[in-house]
């Protein structure tokens, strides 16, 4: 079992940059991949980023690439969400997710086996 915990979101204005949290229990943390999703109002929940078990594969949504980093620290169970240059359509909750599976289909939420509660981001224009 694993339980996550986000935090670190907010209000900012466009432009500014935000870095969330997610703090992870359990000693097999590092085992896991760790993706990030997001969901505006009336929406579907939607793919952000992820990042391997050892932090060397990383991938990220195209609407995302080049300005959110995702990165991990295993000695501390906890995975983060850089974000940068932030728009107005990036307001959202933001979900941390980990998968047992390895580096496959990342993009699927349906491959996750536990998520996090959520944090807000609203990015004002």
């Known amino acids: 079992q694993v339980q996550l915990v986000e935090s670190g979101g907010g209000l900012v204005q466009a432009g500014g940059s935000l870095r969330l949290s997610c703090a992870a229990s359990?000693?097999?943390?590092?085992?896991?991949?760790m993706g990030w999703f997001r969901q505006a109002p009336g929406k579907e929940r939607e793919f952000v980023a992820a990042?391997?078990?050892?932090?060397?594969?990383?991938y990220y949504a195209d609407s995302v690439k080049g300005r959110f980093t995702i990165s991990r620290d295993n000695a501390k169970n906890t995975v983060y969400l850089q974000m940068s240059s932030l728009k107005p359509e990036d307001t959202a909750v933001y979900y941390c997710?980990?998968?047992?599976?390895?580096?496959?289909?990342?993009?699927?939420?349906?491959?996750?086996?536990?998520w996090g509660q959520g944090t807000q981001v609203t990015v004002s224009s």
């Open positions: 997710a980990a998968a047992l599976a390895g580096w496959g289909y990342i993009e699927d939420k349906g491959r996750y086996d536990y």
């Open positions: 359990g000693r097999t943390f590092s085992t896991y991949t």
């Open positions: 990042i391997s078990w050892s932090g060397g594969n990383t």
